[in-house]
């Protein structure tokens, strides 16, 4: 250890082998007290015992052990690093000894450590819940101890509560004995090993539905009075996930229940404590007759995400966080696995093209990062949980166990968690486990994906009889980069599909007559393609030889030209109009996307030529597939629908959309049976052409809502409404509270986002600035920044960069550098992109 790594690790002189906890919350005052009993080991002879503590009144303590009883005669606070140092009457000499440790706190309102979560019940009483968060290192909020991943011990938790709350933690409950006032002594069962950033307790008024037996393990669902009605869908991917994953890991579960809770305030989307995961309500409950598939899959890949890492991170655990992104990464590879066995008919594979295209943006960027980095402080490791860790990383997992072949990956992966469980590891443990299942150089080729920024452009030249392939890095500057990459992907041709790595110096490959050829196809590997105009010219001539994901990728790879300047707007406005035939959902989505940043460079008579353009467009396709859901139609034909009438109202403002999507709005919030997806893109256009009555409606629709979804549906479109003092009422709702904090900064970001009114939103927020940062959770503030992307005029992009220098967002530092240079990279992009786009429009909605 040197200096520096000394201030964040703690020293190995003492280590914990198990905790006995006693909490004590105090819902009224918002406080609690507590005590432990730690059985730690004493390594070398020790004056003082050091661990984390902060924001805790610490003792008093002893030190008990085969030689007798050592007082703890100071305890000396040190809330810079976070820490209380222990001092000792006398030394700890090496041996098994118990500490004794009494300490208090609050309970926070940040989301963070033991905090509060309120909501109000049917009588208007506003009811209280004491529960944690505690990754990455804010277990030391809620009790002394040695908050480090890889000082794993045992945690024998109690809860002593009221009488009539529910208390649960990550065991079972195995006792319960009255402890005078009305309240009870609730003890859990031991846990096993594992990490503290995991441990988790529960307390308040909810109830749990009756457990089900899954080969064994009783799951249950626990939520706020009142919701029991929302939780079968939980219930039954939870018992789908807990079955698949002992299946693919052939491990059994590694606890002896599974409780899924949700909670009404939460900072991050979901937590996976070891046998006690906690939700946001609107990512566990959900109705399936009136969700969207869109809000039910997220449900599906959240459940699927946590549960994954019951096994990979709660049993298996990185040795520090700098091995945040793996956990995080391969708990996303596994949740598409999952969720794809769930339900194939809605081709998440498929979906997650669209997620993956968030993370090219922002891997083409200078302020990129390698997805491995060394981390020392929290900050460092709360800077990992990102886009690039999540899906650049899942994306990179599954290019390798796609060359690999599914059932060898699995395999590796399966001996990985065999040889290491309760344990630790660093990232090169599972290449060697997969390498050694494999026979395959899986460390050298992953290497490069791990430890270097950015992703390769992959072009493809014809040349005589040959397609050259090559590869340079892809930076929307455009600027010169040597870094390089073992590239393996498919190529397709008349003539098959073959298995090609590319090397740095580039690969030819026999060009087959005058047909297609389609590089990345299957699309698995985590690069974009850059056709000459030839090929690109077959391959727009025959779009429905391509499958859906390469057709989504060209389109996205193709605007991805435009934003860095290589192709004009107006190309891929015309390239857009070579699918009119188009029926997949994350091809129109991309499609889309594009489209609603030309309309936002548009003034004027071009704008409205543009509208009348996209009416054009969309009308044919949306005839297609129906205005009205169709007996026998697949799943994904809804949401196709809804994303086509959106657009067309709001893009196109089309006045006859429009006027279906207020008749639609109002009876989706009364007892008929509404088609979701109608009803939540109805919830969108009303709001892009609403008045202040109808924002009226929606404040109270919120109130009233009768599932997390449509909660969400009404609260993410407020900051929709193109009105000056509609966003301001927007903005002031996140000051006062009648926004969540959880939700405020997707709120604000949004508001930032408005098409009309996002500068306004932004005064506002920074007039605002430290009242949104006290109350806010602070890993979730970098999300506020966000918006500001959008604000991509010359003078909006120096205001920006201005303030950001005065108000640094430290824990996400590199996210914030990130945001600030994509704002850049958009004024560039306006600058070069109006002039066209104007005198394209200038005439009428015809392009020629
Ligand atoms: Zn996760």
Known sequence: MDDDEARFRLPRTVVPHRYDLVLEPDLEEVTFAGSETVTLEVVEPVDEIVLNAIDLDVGPGRLEGPGGTLEISTIRLDPENERAHLLLSGTAEPGVWTLILEFRGKLSDQLQGFYRSTYTDDAGVTRTIATTQFESTDARRAFPCWDEPDLKAVFGVTLVVDDDVLAISNGPEIGREPAGDGRVRVRFADTMAMSTYLVAFVVGPLEATQPVDVDGVPLRIVYRPGKAGLSAFAAEVGAFSLRFFADYY????????MDMVGLPDFAQGAMENLGC???RESLLLVDPDKAT???????ADVITHELAHMWFGDLVTMRWWNGIWLNEAFATLMELLAVDAYRPDWERWSQFLRSRAIAFEVDALQSTRSIEYPVRSPDDASGMFDILTYTKGAAVLRMLEQYLGAERFRDGIRRYLDEHRFGNTETHDLWDAIERATGEPVRRIMDGWIWQGGYPLVSARLRDDKVELGQRRYLISGEDDDTVWDVPLLVRTSEGTEPVLIEPGGVSIPAAGDGQVVVNAGVHAFVRVEYDDELLGRLTADLRSLSTDERTQLVDDTWAAVVAGRRSAVDFCRFAESFADETELPVWQSLLQGLAWCERFLTDGPREHFKSWIRGLLWPAIERIGWEPREGERDLDKPLRGALMSALGVLGADPQAFGMAMEIERESRGDGQVDPSLAAASVAIVAAGGTAEDYGRYVEAIGSARTPQEELRYLYALPDFRDRALIHRTVERTLTGDIRAQ?????????????????HAWALIKEHWDEIVSRLAPTTLVYVADGVRFLSRPEQVEDAAAFFAAHPIPQSALQLQQTLERQR???????RGTPDLMAAFSAGPELD
Do not use: M, S
Not at 293 to 299: D, I, R, S
Not at 743 to 759: E, F, I, K
């Open 250 to 257: 052939a491990i059994p579960y590694p606890d002896a229940k």
């Open 277 to 279: 995961v906690t939700y």
């Open 293 to 299: 598939q869109p809000e039910l899959a997220t449900v």
């Open 743 to 759: 939700n405020a900064p997707g709120v604000l970001a949004r508001a930032v986002a408005n098409r009309d009114h996002g500068d």
């Open 825 to 831: 990279v958009n004024e560039a992009f306006r600058t």
